[in-house]
């Protein structure tokens, strides 16, 4: 016997266990958020063998360092192999800098000599456990179809492949990983034994225009904890469960300039960055909708948390399915003076977003607050926090020249906790802008919360 519950709760459909999938290449699946708080949009990013590629050779780095746990700071270095005009091969090494001090530090012996030094060192180095290799392959099938084949090795090979198609006005991606890692919110990290994930976006460059998303997404396997819990949560992320999820969303979004300088640029001299060479003043917001629906594992967890519009469906033949949908909404404001152009201080940029990623929680929040109000109630802590919305800030400030410092940072507000207001995943970076492609910069940055760094670059930001 079927039982069917319907639930009217509002926790946050949009904003539920967002997880983003890691590799050794740094490249993710397609997902809802950005696991990071990085305000503007961060430009079209490469795969982590790319990367290391480019700034060996535009920024002659022999290595590019990036930090991250369990083993901190890490050096790689890659080689490329252009087999022909249609087929590339990377080989990505890495080596565990922080890994391999720890392991001197903590040896027993104590060398009296020089040589016994180097023999300590050495002895150190045949640890198989301070490297790890990476096995990257892109094929361009087609104009429109590109192939990526990866293999890593770290103490157990991971494999990934991704098919991209370019259809007009749209892109279908095809991922799969076996085994895949995990990071969520809290910053935990998980092992999945197989993901698939099959994801369909309309594309567009319009300020002013509609969008959807097509996804699907299959987990084989229970998800382990790849390293030791760093953050107390109720078990994995829902959408790591086993299981089948299929997600869709539709979304408008519209751009208005409230200000625009017309002074002219300073002749003769090119701007460091083209997309960021105008003052300005606009804003911008975004309103859609989402809807999910689980079978598995996937719905069990989706009917214990409650989460949302939806209903449930319970099979004693052991059929579990759940259906979720929830609205959400995004403001923002950006402010610029400057041209990036002149040697100091001509360039500060500002941007404030405020977020509601569920409507239903919203909405239920402020009928509360009014039928209080009007009955001279006292309200609930309760729906006060759920009429408050999630913030990020970003600010860009030019130092001199081409480099820049860079600080994105959400916002939480917690009226339950004695610090209301929570700075969440800040990240700080350093960006030196390449003045080349009109758009591109090798950025530095740190995100204490995680306790992560990478260097890389980026092209074609706003």
Same mark, same amino acid.
């Given at each position: 016997?079927?039982?069917?519950?319907?639930?009217?709760?509002?926790?946050?459909?949009?904003?539920?266990?967002?997880?983003?999938?890691?590799?050794?290449?740094?490249? +993710?699946?397609?997902?809802?958020?950005?696991?990071?708080?990085?305000?503007?949009?961060?430009?079209?990013? %490469?795969?982590?063998?790319?990367?290391?590629? /480019?700034?060996?050779? /535009?920024?002659?780095?022999?290595?590019?360092?990036?930090?991250?746990?369990?083993?901190?700071?890490?050096?790689?270095?890659?080689?490329?192999?252009?087999?022909?005009?249609?087929?590339?091969?990377?080989?990505?090494?890495?080596?565990?800098?922080?890994?391999?001090?720890?392991?001197?530090?903590?040896?027993?012996?104590?060398?009296?000599?020089?040589?016994?030094?180097?023999?300590?060192?050495?002895?150190?180095?045949?640890?198989?456990?301070?490297? #790890?290799?990476?096995?990257?392959?892109?094929?361009?099938?087609?104009?429109?179809?590109?192939?990526? %084949?990866?293999?890593?090795?770290?103490?157990?090979?991971?494999?990934?492949?991704?098919?991209?198609?370019? /259809?007009?006005?749209?892109? %279908?991606?095809?991922?799969?990983?076996?085994?895949?890692?995990?990071?969520?919110?809290?910053?935990? *990290?998980?092992?999945?034994?197989?993901?698939?994930?099959?994801?369909? $976006?309309?594309?567009?460059?319009?300020?002013?225009?509609?969008?959807?998303?097509?996804? #699907?997404?299959?987990?084989?396997?229970?998800?382990?904890? /790849?390293?030791?819990?760093?953050?107390?949560?109720?078990?994995?992320?829902?959408?790591?469960?086993?299981?089948?999820?299929?997600?869709?969303?539709?979304?408008?979004?519209?751009?208005?300039?409230?200000?625009?300088?017309?002074?002219?640029?300073?002749?003769?001299?090119?701007?460091?960055?083209?997309?960021?060479?105008?003052?300005?003043?606009? $804003?911008?917001?975004?309103?859609?909708?989402?809807? !999910?629906?689980?079978?598995?594992?996937? +719905?069990?967890?989706?009917?214990?948390?409650?989460?949302?519009?939806?209903?449930?469906?319970?099979?004693?033949?052991?059929?579990?399915?759940?259906?979720?949908?929830?609205?959400?909404?995004? +403001?923002?404001?950006? !402010?610029?003076?400057?041209?990036? @152009?002149?040697?100091?201080?001509?360039?500060? @940029?500002?941007?404030?977003?405020?977020?509601?990623?569920?409507?239903?929680?919203?909405?239920?929040? $402020?009928?509360?607050?009014?039928?209080?109000?009007?009955?001279?109630?006292?309200?609930?802590?309760?729906?006060?926090? !759920?009429?408050?919305?999630?913030?990020?800030?970003?600010?860009?400030?030019?130092?001199?020249?081409?480099?820049?410092?860079?600080?994105?940072?959400?916002?939480?507000?917690?009226?339950?906790?004695?610090?209301?207001?929570?700075?969440?995943?800040?990240?700080?970076?350093?960006?030196?802008?390449?003045?080349?492609?009109?758009?591109?910069? $090798?950025? #530095?940055? *740190?995100?204490?919360?995680?306790?992560?760094?990478?260097?890389?670059?980026?092209?074609?930001?706003?």
């Amino acid at each position: 016997m079927r039982k069917l519950r319907w639930v009217m709760d509002g926790g946050g459909f949009w904003d539920l266990d967002v997880s983003t999938p890691k590799t050794l290449d740094g490249s +993710a699946c397609p997902v809802s958020q950005n696991p990071l708080p990085l305000g503007l949009s961060r430009g079209p990013r %490469l795969s982590r063998p790319k990367q290391v590629d /480019f700034m060996q050779r /535009f920024m002659f780095a022999p290595f590019v360092p990036s930090f991250a746990k369990p083993n901190g700071l890490s050096l790689q270095r890659v080689l490329s192999l252009p087999l022909n005009d249609d087929w590339v091969v990377y080989l990505l090494g890495q080596f565990h800098l922080q890994k391999f001090i720890s392991l001197v530090k903590r040896s027993e012996e104590k060398p009296s000599r020089v040589s016994s030094w180097f023999q300590t060192i050495g002895r150190q180095l045949q640890q198989k456990s301070l490297y #790890a290799l990476g096995l990257f392959s892109e094929f361009q099938l087609t104009q429109d179809d590109v192939l990526h %084949l990866a293999l890593d090795y770290n103490d157990s090979p991971r494999g990934k492949a991704i098919f991209s198609h370019k /259809f007009p006005g749209h892109e %279908l991606t095809v991922e799969a990983v076996s085994p895949g890692l995990f990071v969520d919110k809290s910053g935990n *990290y998980w092992d999945v034994p197989f993901s698939l994930a099959i994801d369909f $976006a309309s594309l567009s460059t319009s300020s002013s225009s509609t969008s959807y998303h097509l996804s #699907a997404h299959y987990n084989s396997g229970s998800p382990e904890p /790849f390293d030791r819990i760093q953050n107390q949560i109720d078990g994995p992320p829902r959408n790591l469960l086993p299981g089948l999820a299929l997600k869709s969303a539709i979304s408008y979004k519209n751009k208005v300039d409230i200000w625009k300088s017309e002074a002219p640029k300073l002749k003769m001299v090119q701007p460091y960055d083209w997309f960021i060479s105008n003052p300005n003043v606009s $804003a911008s917001w975004i309103i859609g909708a989402a809807a !999910a629906t689980g079978f598995g594992e996937i +719905a069990e967890r989706a009917r214990a948390n409650e989460d949302s519009i939806g209903f449930f469906i319970d099979d004693h033949d052991g059929l579990n399915a759940s259906f979720l949908a929830d609205t959400f909404a995004s +403001a923002s404001l950006t !402010a610029q003076v400057g041209n990036f @152009q002149k040697p100091y201080l001509d360039l500060t @940029q500002f941007q404030a977003q405020l977020n509601i990623p569920s409507g239903t929680k919203f909405f239920n929040g $402020a009928r509360n607050l009014a039928r209080e109000f009007l009955q001279s109630r006292k309200p609930s802590l309760d729906d006060f926090q !759920a009429v408050c919305p999630n913030a990020t800030l970003s600010f860009q400030q030019q130092i001199f020249g081409p480099l820049s410092l860079r600080v994105d940072s959400g916002v939480t507000i917690d009226l339950k906790d004695p610090n209301i207001v929570k700075p969440k995943d800040s990240v700080i970076a350093i960006e030196y802008a390449l003045q080349v492609l009109f758009s591109a910069k $090798a950025v #530095a940055w *740190y995100c204490p919360q995680r306790q992560e760094f990478m260097a890389e670059l980026r092209f074609y930001e706003k």
